[in-house]
């Protein structure tokens, strides 16, 4: 069989940067010690590679202080961060309808151990939230508003500095989780004037899975979820106060965050416009020839630029969880079957009994991979 096309990359980016691993491996070989821990060489030089990541980020993501950049192990760990650390019993939440379940399962969560109320802001047929209908959905109650940049089910983008201006006027902190979009799109936390923004190093920032990032804006108030070593203040019973040591305990992913520092430093290089302009060409191909073929179902389309680069798909009455061991078994294409974890972005499309297939698209996917993939959905849609 020809070799694999794999079309998951919004769960994680494949295959990874052969040269940048090996550098990753390289760099740890080095300076692979406990950072901050020790005052010999080795540990300063991880302390400082760690100080320069942080600053590497905050640059990245447009984030107001390197010394607000919290390594977390995933989005997933960022955002239950984000979201424990920092909501109060009686709190109101506004959210959307496109959220992730690294929002919705937190959130749940603290409805029934902290009694915080939630709201949920429905998408259009675009998959876009209406800023207006986050606007009238806040309270005086309302601590914070929760929002995923871009969708994992249909790739929209929302209008984040919209958001950030509703939340900006009423002086409600936005949180932004941007595991799609970062490394994708151009991401800024300032221009978005988000309070707090997550990331993961492992999807489009083709770094290494284990490692991702909370980065705060000075007026965001959280507490510590965990405590232990920080390799400072160590007589004191009371964890480490200090950003970021506050929101970090433990001995750091040293290998991770070199892995993320050395992705950035390759993204930057082969330029993230262009990547991205590469991706939404070769995904709008995609889902105009899926388009033409009838008994093809298609969610989150026409692609544009303001997309990152995946849609959904179904040939009713087929099962997702079939039609993608049909493409993997005969085909030899890599797609995710059924919710992708987002239960109410399906709830809305009417697809939340089975979910869908998802075409995610990376930076190593060619014409001919699209030529292929458009193939082998009509074989299966005539097959139907
Ligand atoms: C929108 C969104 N948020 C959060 C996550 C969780 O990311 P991670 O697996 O890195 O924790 C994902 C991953 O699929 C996602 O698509």
């Known amino acids: 069989m020809d070799r694999q096309i794999y079309l998951d990359n919004g769960a ?30 080795q540990a300063v030089s991880a302390q400082e590679y760690i100080r320069q990541a942080r600053e590497k980020v905050a640059g990245f993501f447009g984030g107001p202080d390197p010394e ?46 902290r009694e915080i109320s939630t709201s949920v802001v429905p998408f259009d047929g675009q998959g876009i939230i209406d800023p207006e209908d986050i606007k009238k959905t806040i309270t005086p109650r309302t601590s914070l508003v929760a929002v995923n940049h871009a969708s994992n089910v249909l790739g929209s983008v929302q209008p984040v500095a919209e958001i950030g201006e509703i939340c900006a006027a009423h002086g409600i902190p936005l949180l932004v989780d941007a595991s799609q979009s970062g490394g994708q799109i151009p991401v800024n936390m300032a221009k978005m004037q988000a309070s707090a923004l997550v990331f993961t190093g492992h999807k489009s920032l083709y770094g290494p899975t284990g490692i991702g990032g909370l980065l705060l804006g000075p007026d965001f108030t959280i507490n510590s979820t965990r405590f232990g ?35 950035i430093d390759n993204l930057l290089q082969l330029g ?21 073929i009838s008994g093809i179902e298609l969610y989150g389309g026409p692609i544009t630029l303001h997309h990152v680069a995946l849609f959904s798909a179904n040939i009713p009455p087929m099962h997702p969880d079939d ?56 074989r299966i849609a005539r097959r139907n």
């Not at 390799?231 to 750091?252: D, M, W």
């Open 12 to 41: 994680t980016s494949w295959p990874k940067p052969r040269e940048q691993f090996d550098k990753m491996v390289d760099l740890f070989m080095q300076i692979g010690v406990s950072p901050g821990r020790g005052s010999y060489d």
């Open 68 to 113: 607000r950049v919290i390594f977390t192990a995933n989005a997933t760990d960022g955002l239950n961060l984000a979201l424990l650390g920092t909501l109060a019993p009686g709190d109101h939440v506004v959210t959307t309808a496109t959220e992730h379940n690294s929002v919705l399962r937190p959130l749940y969560h603290l409805q029934k151990t």
């Open 229 to 263: 070593g920080t390799g400072l203040e160590s007589k004191s019973l009371v964890h480490t106060q200090t950003f970021p040591h506050r929101l970090e305990a433990g001995t750091h992913n040293l290998m991770g965050i070199i892995g993320l520092s050395l992705a």
């Open 272 to 292: 993230l416009e262009r990547l991205h302009d590469k991706e939404i060409n070769l995904a709008a191909k995609l889902y105009d020839g899926l388009d033409e």
């Open 323 to 378: 039609l993608g061991a049909i493409l993997d078994a005969d085909f030899n294409i890599a797609v995710r079957s059924g919710l992708h974890c987002a239960p109410l972005v399906h709830e809305i499309l009417g697809t939340g009994g089975q979910g869908t297939i998802r075409f995610s698209l990376g930076r190593f996917n060619t014409e001919k991979e699209i030529d292929l993939v458009i193939k082998a959905m009509y």
